[in-house]
């Protein structure tokens, strides 16, 4: 059975407090793994896909990266509005069913303070 | 470009009701997927649909759960009759193709 773990489950930053946000997963081939942001009352919000170990994307300060049993999301100088629930989220290789199900892990609570 | 929207925001019902949950997936995406979170817990998948046919549906927690995509478009997941354990909030994504996933607002089901 696939499986995601993230940590830390909260992590508190001043503004500007450079930091990175871990996703360790667990499954039988991994077809891609996604970033996706939640805000409160919200849906989550599509960040990033990685698809093979090594891969790295950036967007404004946030850099995603991959190795063969993890994912970090390294936040870079964050500010107050990137505040949120950040979701990590894995997809096997396509099945004869053709399934595109996400796995999901728990998600980490960022709070940036001012 | 519209994002996918679901109807209601919330909804409160009393054990034993019947709760049916609409979702609008964004125009073109011909796959369609429900996922729920449950208090505390990961947001787990519930079934996926391409068009109007059901792909997959391991997720779903037992038969009280009925969901249809008729014509393609939208989607209705009904839940009869609703249990106390049936609580949570429930999402609906689509995609294009089969990479990025683009999530709806959510419906937050309380049952008493």
């Known amino acids: 059975e696939d499986q995601v773990t993230q940590s830390p489950e909260a992590l508190r930053l001043q503004e500007g407090e450079s930091s990175s946000l871990n996703c360790s997963y667990t499954?039988?081939?991994?077809?891609?793994l996604f970033w996706y942001r939640q805000d409160p009352g919200k849906g989550p919000e599509f960040l990033f896909t990685?698809?093979?170990a090594g891969e790295e994307k950036e967007k404004e300060r946030l850099k995603a990266t991959l190795t063969k049993k993890e994912s970090f999301l390294h936040i870079t100088a964050p500010k107050p509005e990137d505040s949120a629930t950040y979701l990590c989220a894995v997809q096997a290789p396509y099945s004869g069913a053709g399934s595109y199900q996400l796995t999901f892990g728990k998600g980490t609570k960022l709070s940036v303070i001012p | 470009e519209a994002g996918v929207t679901q109807f209601p925001s919330h909804s409160v019902i009393e054990k034993g009701q019947t709760v049916t949950l609409r979702c609008d997936p964004i125009s073109g995406h011909d796959n369609l997927y429900w996922y729920r979170r449950v208090m505390g817990k990961e947001i787990k998948f519930l079934l996926h649909?391409?068009?109007?046919?059901?792909?997959?549906e391991s997720g779903m927690p037992n038969n009280r759960f009925l969901a249809e995509r008729t014509g393609g478009t939208y989607s209705t997941l009904k839940v009869q009759p609703a249990e106390l354990e049936d609580s949570g909030v429930y999402f609906c994504a689509s995609s294009q193709f089969g990479d990025e996933q683009f999530f709806g607002p959510g419906t937050r089901l309380t049952v008493l």
């Open positions: 499954v039988s081939g991994l077809r891609g």
């Open positions: 649909f391409v068009k109007e046919s059901k792909q997959d």
């Open positions: 990685l698809y093979s």
